[in-house]
């Protein structure tokens, strides 16, 4: 078993910044990738940044510019930077990675984008 355990979330408004982490513990024999999905309300989870084990990035559309993603691979640790923060990237952020190839997701951390 795998936990996923985020943090970083909370109130900010717009054009301001967080940055959120998100620590992998447990049975972690290979790390295939780690990223932030996101689910606003009525809206179905999206992926959000995603880095798989070689090193390679990718972004949905709508943050790509605005938010950046990395990792700390001695601390089984990912984190997310959102700069330029939008009232639409108000949602729920889940992290979530592949370890050996099973998905596990964290419980999730609210980030509200709001004046």
């Known amino acids: 078993q795998v936990q996923l355990v985020e943090s970083g979330g909370g109130l900010v408004q717009p054009g301001g910044s967080l940055r959120l982490s998100c620590a992998a513990s447990?049975?972690?024999?290979?790390?295939?990738?780690m990223g932030w999905y996101r689910q606003a309300p009525g809206k179905e989870r999206e992926l959000v940044a995603a880095?798989?084990?070689?090193?390679?990035?990718n972004y949905a559309d709508s943050v790509r510019g605005r938010f950046t993603i990395s990792r700390d691979s001695a601390k089984n640790t990912v984190y997310l930077q959102l700069n330029s923060l939008k009232p639409e990237d108000t949602a729920v952020y889940y992290c979530?990675?592949?370890?050996?190839?099973?998905?596990?997701w964290g419980q999730g951390t609210q980030v509200t984008v709001s004046s």
């Open positions: 979530s990675g592949l370890f050996s190839w099973r998905r596990y």
């Open positions: 447990g049975s972690i024999s290979s790390i295939n990738s």
């Open positions: 880095i798989i084990s070689g090193g390679r990035t």
